[in-house]
């Protein structure tokens, strides 16, 4: 069964950066996808970025320029960089994986940007 793994939440000022990671583990091949949402309690899950397998690449708009993902396929890893955090940016952000149809989470991380 796949799991997905996040770290890297926390407490971060405005303007300032984090760096969350996830890894994966369990019967998975080639040709998956990976990404992260984000959700704040009471409100619905929403996609932040996705990754393709072959490194395509989508944002929401409320992260463009400030989010970057990235992936490396043999560490099973997805990693996003977050930039100039904004207190509306503060989630609990989860892991997403797609293969073969079937959509996997993760637990969550929580980022919180406060002063």
């Known amino acids: 069964q796949v799991q997905l793994v996040e770290s890297g939440g926390g407490l971060v000022q405005p303007g300032g950066s984090l760096r969350l990671s996830c890894a994966a583990s369990?019967?998975?091949?080639?040709?998956?996808?990976m990404g992260w949402y984000r959700q704040v309690p009471g409100m619905q899950r929403d996609m932040v970025a996705d990754?393709?397998?072959?490194?395509?690449?989508n944002y929401a708009d409320s992260v463009k320029g400030r989010f970057t993902i990235s992936r490396d396929n043999a560490k099973m890893t997805v990693y996003l960089q977050m930039n100039s955090l904004k207190p509306e940016d503060t989630a609990i952000y989860y892991c997403?994986?797609?293969?073969?149809?079937?959509?996997?989470w993760g637990k969550g991380t929580l980022v919180t940007v406060s002063s």
């Open positions: 997403h994986l797609i293969w073969r149809g079937i959509h996997y």
């Open positions: 369990g019967s998975i091949f080639n040709n998956y996808a």
């Open positions: 990754s393709t397998s072959d490194n395509s690449t």
